[in-house]
């Protein structure tokens, strides 16, 4: 019989040993704690969890240990190996909801039932806040709602020990991270920063929370965040590589490259946004010094074609004009001589050719017109030689070009057009271009459009760069030094067209107020 001092009852022949893992590997068999100063409720248990043959093979097997007061039950734990307490809320040495707490403390790894005679909701929610699993009444529980209490307790437990190690886990990771992780309600401020955002952009994560985050943008990458978070928004994604500038706590700005995803209630309701950000600003700083170091020397080339255009058309032209002039002088001197004549003809025709051989070259070099009249004339006039040259009828049409634009973006558009037309006349089979050319709100756009072949442009941009046109590559690295971009529709059988967007250097929009404008989207 079971006396009130603490016992051990085998209701299996070997339990495990100490040290053993608590659950075996070989059989699902329990140690289980009674902590129970009342024999008659002890010897109950006891019998609800004795294997009687009678249940299903898979039926686990209980080691049951008892303690009659909370300091024996306490000290049973110390050892680390039991699986579940059974735990009566009136003990000798404790009461109430201090004994669930008391025996908390000892192992909270271990889940914890609380067993006892009172059949109060209040109470038992108590319990439950203060970290038990569950809540049986004595008298209640048969052999089946025991086990499947105590099943249930384990995996649970097991299953908020498995999130806590992976929550601790990811926010190490996220506490250590050189990366900025944050999170926006929507209204665009900020829920959570984690320390990365000191080192990144100077300000504490308290600093941060509350306070919307697109405050800190450079003002011209306000709007594009603002458009990216419509579209977010509406189809409920996230976005991935946007690169936009932060403004530094000292007043400098860094470059950061932004990836997050949308945070959904269980309904599917947007809350908010959750990201990281990638402080990228070295990358960024070393791609801009090697797009002013090329764009000089692209400068610098477009200075020795202006060069050598002039001294084609100044030196070379005034010899070759000084050259016909004495030709065609002494073919007039003496006409009487037939043959003499004709060679002098000849040599005067041959002379021309190259004179105007040269002012092409010049032309193609660099154009005069497009130094002292602008694009808009020098266009028109480059399309009127092109056209007479391939034989394919080309049309210019300009709008806002009034005033003179910085010379490397009139440079740029000039030397588009002029590749964009070579490679239609090489390849297109065109028997029309048109060329638009417009300038408004600061942007400066070309179209150039042909009726001519076409070609297929996902096989050319999935290609290898060795494999891909030189005048294309070339046409978009060009563009790319003035901060444009470079658009290619085409299909085989009907025509390319070309979408130049240049924006004009300083025309960065004001942009409107993001977090008014995110909370209301």
């Not at 300091?71 to 009566?88: E, H, N, P, S």
């Not at 130094?371 to 806002?400: C, F, K, M, Q, V």
Request: net charge negative; with cysteine; glycine share 6%.
């Amino acid at each position: 019989m079971l006396t009130s001092a603490d016992t051990t009852i085998k209701l299996s022949p070997d339990p495990p040993t100490l040290g053993s893992p608590a659950v075996s590997d070989q059989a699902k068999s329990f140690k289980v704690l009674l902590i129970e100063d009342n024999v008659i409720d002890a010897q109950l248990l006891r019998a609800a969890l004795a294997a009687n043959g009678k249940g299903p093979a898979e039926e686990p097997i209980f080691y049951l240990e008892s303690a009659s007061t909370l300091a024996g039950g306490l000290k049973r734990l110390a050892q680390k190996d039991i699986d579940v307490v059974l735990l009566d809320l009136s003990l000798p040495d404790s009461q109430g909801l201090e004994t669930v707490a008391a025996a908390r403390a000892q192992s909270p790894n271990v889940p914890i039932i609380v067993m006892t005679g009172l059949d109060d909701e209040a109470v038992a929610v108590s319990t439950l806040r203060q970290g038990a699993q569950d809540y049986l009444v004595k008298g209640h529980a048969d052999r089946r709602t025991l086990i499947r209490a105590i099943r249930h307790a384990i995996e649970r437990k097991r299953a908020q020990e498995a999130l806590r190690e992976s929550e601790e886990k990811f926010r190490s990771i996220v506490e250590t991270t050189n990366e900025w992780i944050w999170s926006i309600d929507l209204r665009g401020e900020l829920t959570y920063s984690n320390p990365a955002v000191r080192v990144i952009l100077g300000y504490r994560p308290e600093e941060l929370l509350g306070r919307c985050w697109a405050l800190l943008m450079h003002e011209s990458d306000r709007q594009l965040l603002l458009t990216r978070l419509a579209e977010a928004v509406i189809q409920k994604t996230g976005w991935s590589g946007l690169v936009m500038r932060w403004k530094h706590k000292n007043g400098t700005y860094r470059h950061l490259e932004s990836n997050a995803l949308p945070i959904l209630d269980s309904n599917g309701n947007l809350l908010g946004y959750r990201g990281s950000d990638r402080d990228i600003t070295e990358q960024e700083q070393a791609k801009q010094e090697r797009r002013q170091l090329q764009l000089r020397l692209v400068t610098l080339q477009e200075e020795e074609r202006h060069r050598l255009s002039r001294e084609l058309h100044d030196q070379m032209g005034q010899s070759l004009a000084a050259l016909m002039l004495g030709l065609k002088s002494m073919e007039n001197a003496d006409p009487s001589q037939h043959a003499g004549g004709l060679r002098l003809h000849h040599l005067h025709e041959l002379a021309n050719q190259l004179a105007q051989q040269v002012h092409t070259v010049a032309m193609d070099l660099r154009p005069t017109a497009l130094d002292d009249l602008g694009l808009e004339t020098a266009l028109s006039n480059y399309l009127e030689e092109w056209s007479e040259r391939s034989r394919i009828p080309a049309d210019l049409h300009s709008a806002g070009l009034g005033e003179r634009l910085p010379t490397h973006i009139e440079t740029t558009v000039y030397r588009i057009v002029q590749e964009a037309l070579t490679n239609v006349h090489k390849h297109s089979n065109a028997r029309n271009v048109s060329v638009i050319v417009e300038f408004r709100d600061n942007r400066l756009q070309a179209i150039i459009e042909d009726n001519g072949s076409g070609f297929d442009t996902e096989a050319l941009i999935s290609a290898p760069v060795k494999d891909r046109r030189l005048g294309l590559l070339g046409m978009q690295e060009r563009i790319a030094l003035v901060g444009g971009s470079l658009n290619i529709e085409s299909t085989p059988g009907f025509g390319t067209t070309l979408f130049v967007r240049i924006p004009a250097s300083g025309s960065d929009q004001e942009a409107a107020h993001l977090c008014t404008s995110y909370a209301s989207s």
